[in-house]
């Protein structure tokens, strides 16, 4: 575990050369829907606090019935990055934060080598807000359960970044049935004035790998490793950061 975190050991990275094009990261445009909606979305509750009170004691799907904890967020509420990912595991699940076992521990470290930590610059949450059963996937249906109060994560922390986490959260934010992310990760996705998804118009959405696929993934230095894939997309991330 300690050798795969020390990966993105930021004075190990310092001393190589780890440039990166200066360019946005070739990305695509999501289509414009001929039904457009406003972008001014409308949603149930007016404000973060509002949304979080009542995650706390929702009972909207099944997942409820096995919480130990609602697992809302973490970090700062006015951030410029927020990241989502699938859904709390055991540990998150028994503390109430996202990513705090050992997917988290690597997630922080990720950020940390470049210099961004959920304390000062991120907003963290998830898919679903409590635990699937011996962390599966969630169904669409909790995904759906959530929607609100992920909606109004997005709608009031307002960030100019959201990273992606893994394909469930593309699934779950862009509504793509069957993501490939090992073919999109690292890309910038804009998302259309006109599309069917308003709420993220203007923002700049990425999908990297979960880190719960790299701790399970072989190790090595290879240019396509995850990785050295990884550590490619983190640096694009905080170039962009550091140009808004």
């Known amino acids: 575990m300690e050798s795969q975190l020390n990966l993105f050991n930021k004075a190990e990275n310092e001393k190589k050369d780890s440039s990166v094009p200066k360019g946005v990261v070739a990305g695509f445009i999501l289509p414009n829907k001929t039904n457009s909606k406003s972008t001014n979305v409308e949603l149930k509750y007016k404000s973060l606090e509002e949304a979080k009170s009542a995650a706390m004691s929702c009972k909207k799907c099944e997942l409820c019935k096995g919480r130990t904890n609602v ?26 934060l996202p990513f705090v076992g050992r997917a988290g521990q690597l997630l922080d470290k990720i950020f940390a080598s470049v210099n961004l930590t959920r304390k000062e610059h991120l907003y963290i949450c998830n898919i679903v807000k409590c ?25 009031h922390v307002d960030p100019k970044i959201i990273v992606l986490a893994g394909a469930t959260a593309i699934k779950g934010i862009l509504k793509m049935k069957d993501p490939k992310i090992t073919k999109i990760r690292g890309q910038w996705i804009d998302v259309g004035a006109n599309s069917d998804l308003p709420l993220l118009h203007g923002r700049k959405i990425m999908p990297i790998f979960h880190p719960s696929y790299l701790l399970r993934h072989e190790w090595n230095k290879a240019p396509d490793s995850p990785k050295a894939q990884m550590w490619k997309d983190i640096q694009e991330i905080k170039r962009v950061f550091d140009s808004l």
């Open 71 to 96: 697992v809302f967020s973490d970090g700062i509420e006015n951030a410029k990055l927020m990241v989502i990912g699938e859904g709390p595991g055991e540990n998150e699940d028994l503390q109430g």
């Open 131 to 155: 635990r699937p059963p011996n962390n599966r996937a969630p169904l669409p249906e909790e995904a759906e359960a959530c929607l609100e109060y992920l909606q109004s994560q997005i709608k």
